[in-house]
């Protein structure tokens, strides 16, 4: 029989450099399953260089503490790394990361209404747009090129709220989740929404894009991963879970796609073939999700107050940073360098990965 992955890990202190797990067949404690298409879980052997291959971090090390002073639900790094965006209630703070000293934001982008919360900022690749969207029916449009930012444009949604926003690699368009289950597309030239995509039968929680721009991944709180053909507007794939997807993240390189869980599990599943692996680090709801630049590692935060990065696709554990509260945001810069979070406690932290 296979051990059951819901029961408790062993308190036994770290062996073997791993956390504290259940205990797979070569002793050592697991916490990385393999799910065939038989379902069975399977613990996972670790390849010998897991973790000591070329571009896989040794540990990562806190250097910034940005004090938002709200909740920070939402993040963002530009390139190259100066700036970091924090998005909490009803403003979007920029702080220049550069300075060591920085302590108080550059500026202050007033978004949505005042209590109301922003779920997702997005920073365009030339770094002169921002779009954020949140808990209520507008995304806002951000001229960051301007001597201070200003609002470009504000796009009307059917939607009560959006809970995370992709944008295209071309930087044409941009897809939001709404809390009604739908995927808004929208042009953000002419600020106009060109179509939507009808599948999630509750609230689409996360979202991200094939790097060719092709193919589009959506979580939603109706336990299901849905895929989307952009040039032909329709629903591709349906994996059904047992639980609320809250964040995902598609590997950069292709072929894996992780998805973190209201049921404290990271599931990464192969794209095209029944093959996925089961992770079980965090120890409640996984909040947040973001793949390196060089796809062969990734973090997960969570409501249990830890950042962990895993190598994709099996997930050995590469380090854990337990923060003071609920990890509620990540994202890694684009050099794969940094990593910033957004925590509960009304603060961002800046981490810069050591190789």
């Known amino acids: 029989p296979h051990p059951n992955p819901r029961v408790p890990p062993v308190q036994n202190g770290i062996t073997n450099g791993a956390p504290p797990g259940l205990t797979g067949p070569s002793g050592k404690p697991s916490y990385s399953f393999h799910v065939g298409a038989d379902n069975q879980l399977q613990p996972v052997s670790f390849p010998h260089d897991a973790l000591s291959a070329p571009g896989i971090p040794r540990h990562a090390r806190q250097i910034n503490t940005l004090a938002h002073g709200e909740v920070v639900c939402a993040v963002a790094m530009s390139n190259p790394t100066k700036y970091v965006y ?24 007033d978004c949505l209404q005042r209590d109301n919360y922003i779920r997702s900022i997005k920073l365009l690749p030339d770094g002169r747009t921002l779009v954020v969207g949140g808990e209520a029916s507008t995304l ?25 926003l992709a944008i295209s690699p071309d930087s044409k368009v941009c897809f939001s989740c709404c809390s009604d289950g739908n995927i808004a597309v929208w042009d953000l030239h002419n600020q106009t929404q060109i179509r939507q995509f009808q599948g999630h039968t509750d609230g689409a929680s996360c979202i991200d894009i094939s790097a060719d721009g092709t ?101 050995a554990s590469i380090f854990v940073s337990k923060e003071t509260s609920s990890v509620l945001s990540c994202d890694i810069s684009n050099d794969d360098k940094y990593i910033v979070t957004g925590s509960g406690d009304k603060k961002a932290t800046v981490y810069e990965v050591i190789y």
């Open 140 to 164: 806002s449009i951000w001229d960051l090129a301007a001597p201070t930012p200003r609002i470009k444009a504000e796009m009307p949604s059917s939607a009560p709220a959006c809970y995370a």
């Open 215 to 315: 193919k589009l991944w959506t979580g939603g709180l109706d336990n299901t991963v849905r895929s989307w053909d952009l040039r032909e507007g329709r629903q591709l794939q349906q994996h059904d879970f047992s639980s609320q997807i809250f964040c995902l993240g598609y590997c950069p390189t292709g072929d894996w796609l992780a998805v973190g869980m209201e049921n404290s599990n990271v599931e990464v599943l192969h794209c095209s073939k029944p093959d996925k692996y089961q992770l079980h680090l965090h120890e409640s709801c996984v909040l947040s999700l973001k793949f390196a630049n060089c796809g062969k590692w990734f973090v997960s935060t969570g409501k249990d107050n830890l950042l962990n990065a895993w190598r994709t696709p099996y997930g």
């Open 86 to 109: 924090t998005g909490g209630k009803g403003c979007v703070k920029v702080w220049d990361i550069t300075q060591p000293s920085s302590k108080t934001p550059i500026s202050q982008l």
